[in-house]
Nanobody, 119 residues
Framework: VQLQAFGGGLVQAGGSLRLSCAASGRTLSRNAMGWFRQAPGKEREFVATITWDGSTTSYADSVKGRFTISRDNAENTVYLQMNSLKPEDTAVYYC?????????????WGRGTQVTVSS
C-alpha cells in the first residue's frame, strides 16, 4: 500500500488547513489510520488517530479542540482539518496505516507534507 499526504502549505497563525491522505494499492477501509508530525530537531509525534469505521478518534492534547481527523472509506482517504493553527504546529505531517481496525502499530507510512505556520 502507498500513502501520500498532501494539502500542506504556509499559513498565518490562526488560519486553517486541511490535509488529505490518499491510499493506493489496496483499500484501507478496514484499517485504523493516523496522523503524525515531525518538527525540525524533534522526534516524530502522534497527532490523531481514527478507527476503521470512524467511530472513535483520539488526539494529542496539543491539538485537541483545534484539529479533526475524519475519513471517507469510499474514497480511500483520510483527512486532518486543522484550525486555529499556531507556529508550534509547524512540522512535516505524515499519515500512517495500522494493520488493525483499531489502534497501532502504524506500520505503513506515506510521504509527508510540510505545514508552516507563521506568527
Amino acid at each position: 500500500v502507498q500513502l501520500q499526504a498532501f494539502g500542506g502549505g504556509l499559513v498565518q497563525a490562526g488560519g486553517s488547513l486541511r490535509l488529505s491522505c490518499a491510499a493506493s494499492g489496496r483499500t484501507l477501509s478496514r484499517n485504523a489510520m493516523g496522523w503524525f508530525r515531525q518538527a525540525p530537531g524533534k522526534e516524530r509525534e502522534f497527532v490523531a488517530t481514527i478507527t476503521w469505521d470512524g467511530s472513535t478518534t483520539s488526539y494529542a492534547d496539543s491539538v485537541k479542540g483545534r484539529f479533526t481527523i475524519s475519513r471517507d472509506n469510499a474514497e480511500n482517504t483520510v483527512y486532518l482539518q486543522m484550525n486555529s493553527l499556531k507556529p508550534e504546529d509547524t512540522a512535516v505531517y505524515y499519515c500512517a496505516a495500522s494493520p488493525l481496525q483499531e489502534g497501532g502499530p502504524y506500520v505503513h507510512w506515506g510521504r509527508g507534507t510540510q505545514v508552516t505556520v507563521s506568527s
